[in-house]
């Protein structure tokens, strides 16, 4: 006579309240305590970013039209009128060329550092310089550009801007792309190797989707302060009143527009900065958007 063992049934899942209320009270208290906490942070940090969107989109919608974004700059500052398209060009042409510099060579930086180099001592030199160049004021990389470029070829040109700005980039885009790519498990990058791909592929094909959420995330934090900065491009890109679709010349950006004219007397000029920092809001926003859907069409949507 056989017997055959029968399996034990599977306890019921506890639904989520009925597990709240068996904690002992001093926890539920600590943690409703500290959601709030968090909360009350996220008001507060909210609070100043709302005032200064509010505050800069009051101001600039005054102004801002399409007219606005396509006519010259006033060659006076108490002119009324007026626009900021040669500010928009230069925006648009210097920070891209910036990027096309720096994030080619800022994510392979970032794919030595995790994937090759890890801690030898090329790597550790690179990731000091990174951190070095990071703290780096942007008017001590705008001199250095003045004095390593622009006073030898005798030129201020909308490629030396692009150039000072790349310099700022480039840390903020290894380091970022660096630890988004050490979070990405090795278990991935096993599995790939087990299967026969080199590391190359398995970088290519693996890492990097697994990792592009992050690395966009970060070029767009350096894409952002590349565009808002002024000092560098006040140094080496010279000024222009038309818009100068070439690196070659003198040109201009929406950050050096807000400089000048906000600290002019003349409410003519005070306008034309605040529609320029509006401007520049939602250049940065949409930019950030469409990298945001473009990044996601080639992430891996589960691991």
Same mark, same amino acid.
């Given at each position: 006579?056989?017997?055959?063992?029968?399996?034990?049934?599977? !306890?019921?899942?506890?639904?989520?309240?009925?597990?709240?209320?068996?904690?002992?009270?001093?926890?539920?208290?600590?943690?409703?305590?500290?959601?709030?906490?968090?909360?009350?942070?996220?008001? &507060?940090?909210?609070?100043?970013?709302?005032?200064?969107? %509010?505050?800069?989109?009051?101001?600039?919608?005054?102004?801002?039209?399409?007219?606005?974004?396509?006519?010259?700059?006033?060659?006076?500052?108490?002119?009324? #009128?007026?626009?900021?398209?040669?500010?928009?060009?230069?925006?648009?042409?210097?920070?891209?060329?910036?990027?096309?510099?720096?994030?080619?060579? #800022?994510?392979?930086?970032?794919? %030595?550092?995790?994937?090759?180099?890890?801690?030898?001592?090329?790597?550790?030199?690179?990731?000091?310089?990174?951190?070095?160049?990071?703290?780096?004021?942007?008017?001590?990389?705008?001199?250095?550009?003045?004095?390593? %470029?622009?006073? &030898?070829? *005798?030129?201020?040109? #909308?490629?030396?801007?692009?150039?000072?700005?790349?310099?700022?980039?480039?840390?903020?885009?290894?380091?970022?792309?660096?630890?988004?790519?050490?979070?990405?498990p090795d278990e991935l990058r096993q599995a790939s190797a087990a299967l026969g791909a080199r590391r190359w592929k398995t970088t290519i094909s693996v890492v990097l989707p697994a990792a592009i959420s992050g690395i966009v995330s970060g070029v767009m934090l350096a894409i952002a302060r590349a565009a808002g900065e002024t000092a560098p491009v006040v140094l080496v890109a010279g000024t222009t009143f038309v818009a100068n679709w070439t690196l070659a010349g003198d040109n201009t950006t929406l950050a050096a527009q807000?400089? *000048?004219?906000?600290?002019?007397?003349?409410?003519? !000029?005070?306008?034309?900065?605040?529609? !320029?920092?509006?401007?520049?809001?939602? &250049?940065?926003?949409?930019?950030?958007?469409?990298?945001?859907?473009?990044?996601?069409?080639?992430?891996?949507?589960?691991?």
């Amino acid at each position: 006579m056989t017997t055959t063992a029968t399996r034990p049934a599977a !306890a019921a899942p506890v639904p989520a309240d009925l597990r709240r209320s068996a904690l002992p009270l001093r926890r539920r208290l600590t943690d409703g305590f500290s959601k709030g906490l968090m909360g009350l942070a996220l008001l &507060i940090a909210l609070i100043p970013l709302g005032l200064v969107i %509010y505050h800069v989109s009051s101001r600039g919608m005054a102004v801002l039209d399409w007219d606005f974004l396509i006519d010259d700059i006033p060659n006076s500052a108490r002119r009324a #009128g007026g626009g900021m398209g040669p500010a928009v060009a230069g925006t648009l042409l210097i920070t891209g060329a910036a990027a096309a510099m720096a994030i080619p060579l #800022g994510v392979l930086g970032a794919i %030595y550092l995790n994937e090759y180099g890890k801690q030898n001592a090329l790597a550790r030199l690179i990731r000091t310089m990174s951190d070095v160049m990071t703290g780096v004021p942007s008017v001590v990389m705008g001199l250095f550009v003045y004095v390593s %470029y622009v006073l &030898i070829v *005798k030129e201020q040109s #909308g490629f030396a801007a692009a150039l000072s700005l790349g310099c700022l980039m480039l840390p903020v885009i290894i380091r970022s792309s660096e630890e988004m790519l050490r979070l990405v498990p090795d278990e991935l990058r096993q599995a790939s190797a087990a299967l026969g791909a080199r590391r190359w592929k398995t970088t290519i094909s693996v890492v990097l989707p697994a990792a592009i959420s992050g690395i966009v995330s970060g070029v767009m934090l350096a894409i952002a302060r590349a565009a808002g900065e002024t000092a560098p491009v006040v140094l080496v890109a010279g000024t222009t009143f038309v818009a100068n679709w070439t690196l070659a010349g003198d040109n201009t950006t929406l950050a050096a527009q807000i400089f *000048k004219n906000a600290g002019e007397p003349f409410p003519a !000029a005070q306008e034309r900065a605040w529609g !320029a920092a509006l401007t520049l809001m939602v &250049i940065v926003l949409v930019f950030t958007v469409a990298a945001r859907l473009i990044s996601s069409r080639f992430a891996i949507k589960e691991r």
